[in-house]
Every structure is written in structure tokens, then in C-alpha cells.
């Protein structure tokens, strides 16, 4: 079985930074792109950075600049470093992994359980 384990989440005043972490355990052959996403009360989920194998990225434009998302390949691992946080970055935060468990098996994204990111101003 496969769990994405999500870790960093916290209350932070506005300006400030925080550090998420994620990472995939269980059985994984290997893992294409990773990514995080954020739903604020009463809001769609929206894609919030995202990162392939090979490293490319790719953000929301409100996070530009801001966040930044790394991954360790070697700890099946992803990261997201943000910075200059705003009150309306205040959101539950889940983490994303398309993966396949064996050589012969389907890609299947699975989703973290949620952090929350809260914001104050």
C-alpha cells in the first residue's frame, strides 16, 4: 500500500515562512510528477506547484516568486518552501504523486491526507 505522509503545516504570521514536506511510502517502482495543491474553505482545490522527474516546474501565478518546489528523488520526497506568506495563502495543503508500484503497473495518483496552512494578518 502507498501513503503519502504530509509534514510542516502551521500557524505563521503574514511575511513569514513555512516548509512542507511529503513523502511517499510503501511499495513505488517509480514516480513521475509530484505536486501540491491547496483548498481554501469554501474554495475549489487548485494546483499550487507541480514538479516532474526531471525536475521541471510549474506554478500558479499567485505563488510566483514566492514558493518554491524541490523534490529528492532518492527519499521519494517532495518539498514545498514558502516564502513571504499572505493571508491568502491560508488553505488545507495536499501533496500529489503519480506513481506506479511495479514495472508493469498502471500509473495511479494518490493524495496526502492535508496539512493546514494558516495565515494571520
Known amino acids: 500500500q502507498v501513503q503519502l505522509v504530509e509534514s510542516g503545516g502551521g500557524l505563521v504570521q503574514a511575511g513569514g515562512s513555512l516548509r512542507l514536506s511529503c513523502a511517499a511510502t510503501?511499495?513505488?517502482?517509480?514516480?513521475?510528477?509530484m505536486g501540491w495543491y491547496r483548498q481554501a474553505p469554501g474554495k475549489q482545490r487548485e494546483l499550487v506547484a507541480r514538479?516532474?522527474?526531471?525536475?521541471?516546474?510549474n506554478y500558479v501565478d499567485s505563488v510566483k516568486c514566492r514558493f518554491t518546489i524541490s523534490r529528492d528523488n532518492a527519499k521519494d520526497t517532495v518539498y514545498l518552501q514558502m516564502n513571504s506568506l499572505k493571508p491568502e495563502d491560508t488553505a488545507v495543503y495536499y501533496c500529489?504523486?503519480?506513481?506506479?508500484?511495479?514495472?508493469?503497473?498502471?500509473?495511479?495518483?494518490?493524495w496526502g491526507q492535508g496539512t493546514q496552512v494558516t495565515v494571520s494578518s
Open positions: 500529489n504523486a503519480d506513481l506506479r508500484q511495479r514495472a508493469w503497473s498502471a500509473y495511479t495518483v494518490y
Open positions: 510503501g511499495t513505488i517502482f517509480s514516480i513521475t510528477a
Open positions: 514538479i516532474t522527474s526531471g525536475a521541471s516546474t
